[in-house]
């Protein structure tokens, strides 16, 4: 998975789509996408592998499934047991406790997106409408 890192954000952009299974069904991220990767406490990301794949991956599939440009059928609860199972550290359940608690105030929000809207835009002519 290619990603580019939007400087002084959290925010990465997806430099290719991904394609993963959900339900039966291949369901594409597209090229461009922003998300603002695994987005937990500090003290968490302490036993859980940011760096690894997989984590990011687990955390591109949450913030698409959270995200308002996912029309995918998929409650909040279906979308955080998927994000445990995808984690592949024995603090995927400290992440999981963490987005059910709190996740609620997240789900099809897309702050750090809007937040960091301006930034986001940017790189994205950058990166796809180069001339």
Request: charged share 25%.
């Amino acid at each position: 998975m290619k990603t580019y890192s939007i400087q002084h954000t959290p925010m990465k952009i997806l430099l290719d789509p991904i394609y993963f299974e959900y339900n039966g069904v291949t369901e594409k991220i597209p090229a461009g996408y922003a998300f603002d990767w695994l987005s937990i406490p500090q003290i968490f990301q302490n036993v859980v592998n940011m760096n690894s794949t997989n984590n990011t991956l687990a955390s591109l599939y949450h913030d698409f499934f959270y995200s308002l440009v996912c029309d995918i059928p998929i409650t909040r609860k279906k979308a955080d047991k998927r994000l445990k199972s995808d984690i592949k550290t024995i603090g995927r359940w400290l992440v999981y406790i963490w987005v059910r608690l709190v996740g609620w105030r997240s789900w099809k929000q897309d702050r750090n997106y809007k937040k960091y809207k301006i930034q986001i835009d940017k790189a994205r002519k950058q990166l796809f409408y180069k001339k």
